[in-house]
Nanobody
Framework: QVQLVESGGGLVQAGRSLRLSCAAS????????LGWFRQAPGKEREFVAA????????NYADSVEGRFTISSDNAKNTVYLEMNSLKPEDTAVYYC???????????????????WGQGTQVTVSS
């Protein structure tokens, strides 16, 4: 069993930055798919970014490409999401997710992941 705890959310002005962290307990991230998803009020949960911890391969949603960076520290069992040039439309609850093994075909799909954090709120004001 893997427990995930996100932190780092908050209220920021448009154009500013935030870094989210997701700490895991229970397993090592040596061969895991780690993802960040977000859900805005009234909308479905959507993919943001994912990383294959075995080789460092990363993927991003088009809406955040070039602004967000996902990374992992396997020794600390932590995954990060660095968010720059934030926009009001980035406002959402952000969730981290994990599962063993990465799939280049499914990393963007929420049902692919076994474990989820409780979420952290990010609010971007204009």
């Amino acid at each position: 069993q893997v427990q995930l705890v996100e932190s780092g959310g908050g209220l920021v002005q448009a154009g500013r930055s935030l870094r989210l962290s997701c700490a895991a307990s229970g397993r090592r991230f040596s061969n895991y798919a780690l993802g960040w998803f977000r859900q805005a009020p009234g909308k479905e949960r959507e993919f943001v970014a994912a990383i294959d911890t075995s080789v460092g391969l990363v993927n991003y949603a088009d809406s955040v490409e070039g602004r967000f960076t996902i990374s992992s520290d396997n020794a600390k069992n932590t995954v990060y999401l660095e968010m720059n040039s934030l926009k009001p439309e980035d406002t959402a609850v952000y969730y981290c997710a994990a599962r063993s093994g990465y799939s280049p075909f499914n990393y963007h799909r929420a049902p692919f992941y076994y474990y989820w954090g409780q979420g952290t709120q990010v609010t971007v004001s204009s």
